[in-house]
């Protein structure tokens, strides 16, 4: 009776350790899900940060050609007044 009381008490135990080296197994699989989780989210926030900051650039160089095209389109247009200014001066001059 004494021997089978201790191997009953061997086999729960064994039992227990059973149970509780899966649920350590579990509960790193669940650690494991959690930090691959939280890299891929910080590799998507790296991502859009990236993207964001391209995003800036690309809109800094649009307006700054945007700028640069404007202020071309003014010089065009200044000397292009200027020619003509010219042109009526001499016509009013050949007038006089």
């Known amino acids: ?3 089978h009381n201790q191997q009953e008490k061997l ?3 064994q039992a227990e350790l059973s ?3 899966r649920d350590l197994q579990l509960l790193n699989a ?3 899900r959690e930090k691959e989780l939280e890299r891929l989210e910080h ?5 859009h940060r990236a993207e964001t900051i391209e995003l800036q650039k690309y809109a ?5 050609d945007k700028q640069a095209y404007e ?3 003014d010089k065009l247009v200044a000397e292009e007044n200027a020619k003509q200014w010219e042109a009526r001066e001499k016509q009013w001059d ?3």
């Open 43 to 47: 590799e998507e926030r790296m991502r």
């Open 30 to 32: 669940a650690l494991e």
């Open 60 to 64: 800094q160089q649009v307006s700054s």
């Open 19 to 21: 149970e509780k080296q």
């Open 1 to 3: 009776m004494i021997e």
């Open 11 to 13: 086999l729960r135990e």
């Open 71 to 73: 202020k071309m389109i």
């Open 94 to 96: 050949r007038e006089d």
